[in-house]
């Protein structure tokens, strides 16, 4: 599903990584993890095609990813990222912005399931705590129901209680493929495999 080969990527101020290759089958949950600094998200934007890496492929259900394939690649993706400032005042205006004004009643459920009233989807933003805007903005990107789910440090808000909803939600969501980046360590002991940067 997807493939990293030999995948190299520095900036200016040096190496990330060099020569990281890794396979995540179809259905899969990966979860990439290492100290910060060391690449976690770099390669989640270099999934969705936002960052080059310096050399190596990445494929996506045997497509090489370049500028031709990018956008169509994208279009089976949804990406939940670590900072979550958003040009929206709450989950119902996210759900209007990524055209899913439609799935609201799929993302109450995924709200009630991640522990909060599915009438949050209105509740402002800067009403809310870190927690639950994360939770209202997971269940936003999962109602998409896109093939291929990435998630940058879904946890980093979460208390113990939230964590294990999210991973019972996650692995309920049978028959997606997910990458995670994350160094949590009840959310890695919950993954299929991990991938040490």
């Not at 929206?88 to 009233?117: A, C, D, H, P, Y």
């Not at 809310?128 to 808000?157: A, Y």
Request: proline share 4%; charged share 20%.
């Amino acid at each position: 599903m997807i493939q990293f080969e030999e995948i190299t990527l520095s900036y200016p101020t040096g190496n990330v990584f060099s020569n990281l290759s890794f396979f995540v089958e179809e259905g899969s949950h990966v979860c990439i993890s290492g100290p910060s600094g060391s690449g976690k998200s770099s390669v989640l934007k270099i999934i969705q095609g936002y960052i080059l890496p310096d050399k190596g492929n990445v494929k996506i259900n045997g497509t090489s990813l370049n500028k031709n394939s990018v956008k169509e690649v994208r279009s089976i993706m949804t990406y939940v990222p670590q900072n979550i400032n958003l040009p929206v005042s709450n989950g119902e205006e996210l759900l209007n912005l990524v055209g899913s004004g439609n799935k609201k009643e799929m993302t109450g459920r995924f709200i009630q399931m991640l522990g909060l009233e599915k009438e949050m989807v209105r509740r402002p933003f800067d009403e809310m705590s870190g927690g639950q805007k994360q939770r209202i903005v997971i269940s936003v990107c999962l109602s998409l129901d896109r093939d291929i789910i990435l998630l940058d440090e879904p946890t980093s808000s979460l208390d113990e209680e939230s964590i294990q909803n999210l991973i019972r939600v996650i692995n309920e969501f049978g028959g997606k493929t997910i990458v995670s980046a994350s160094h949590n360590q009840m959310w890695i002991e919950s993954v299929d495999k991990v991938v040490v940067l």
